[in-house]
């Protein structure tokens, strides 16, 4: 079965770090751009970060710029984002979701179960 | 990057066609044929729908389509059915710059 699941979520103080996983099976992970989508409680869905299938590519969004990390290890299929000085407006739902092309065509086909992550004091 | 614009909300009943527009700008809409739309459910992941802004994932009914037409893309639903409703999303490729811009979401109500 193709799947991702996320993990890693939790409550952290506002200035605080978190590192989230997500963890692919069921095809070959090697192979496909890999990214992140978050939602905030009762609000919509938003891009956080994109990595294509050989790291070589990394883009996030302007929110997040210079505070995430995207990275994977293909060999353990595996993808993270390192998550540093942490706002409140960081709380959110946090999707892995694989782009169904093998490069990029914003084509989010597969998406993990999301792990909650909430920036309080 | 600003949000893509979609109606906060949309209804109708069973069997009934419904359209959700979604409008952006020459900088992400106008300019690339990579559009994709999302329906999510309560409490659940989003689903891929539409891709390339008319192409249905294989599991998609053909219920669902796509078009666009300068700025706006949209989604028309056709043959209403009560599980259909749910909350949709846009999501536009939006230049190397900013990547991916999402609309704000519309609620679909089957009534």
């Known amino acids: 079965e193709v799947q991702l699941v996320e993990s890693g979520g939790g409550l952290v103080q506002p200035g605080g770090s978190l590192r989230l996983s997500c963890a692919a099976s069921?095809?070959?992970?090697?192979?496909?751009?890999m990214n992140w989508v978050r939602q905030a409680p009762g609000k919509g869905l938003e891009w956080v970060s994109y990595i294509s299938s050989s790291s070589s590519t990394i883009y996030y969004a302007d929110s997040v710029k210079g505070r995430f990390t995207i990275s994977r290890d293909n060999a353990k299929n595996s993808l993270y984002l390192q998550m540093n000085s942490l706002r409140d407006e960081d709380t959110a739902v946090y999707y892995c979701?694989?782009?169904?092309?093998?490069?990029?065509?914003?084509?989010?086909?597969?998406w993990g179960q999301g792990t909650m992550v909430t920036v309080s004091s | 990057q600003s949000a893509l614009t979609q109606p906060a909300s949309v209804s109708g009943s069973p069997g009934q066609s419904i359209t959700i527009s979604c409008t952006g700008t020459?900088?992400?809409?106008?300019?690339?044929?990579?559009v994709s739309w999302y329906q999510q459910h309560p409490g659940k992941a989003p689903k891929l729908m539409i891709y390339e802004v008319s192409k249905r994932p294989s599991g998609v009914s053909n219920r669902f389509s796509g078009s666009k037409s300068g700025n706006t893309a949209s989604l028309t639903i056709s043959g209403l059915q009560a599980e259909d409703e749910a909350d949709y999303y846009c999501c536009s490729y939006a230049g190397s710059s900013t990547l991916v811009v999402f609309g704000g979401g519309t609620k679909l109500t089957v009534l």
């Open positions: 020459s900088s992400d809409v106008g300019s690339y044929n990579l």
């Open positions: 979701a694989r782009d169904m092309c093998g490069s990029y065509c914003n084509a989010f086909d597969i």
């Open positions: 069921g095809f070959t992970f090697s192979s496909y751009s």
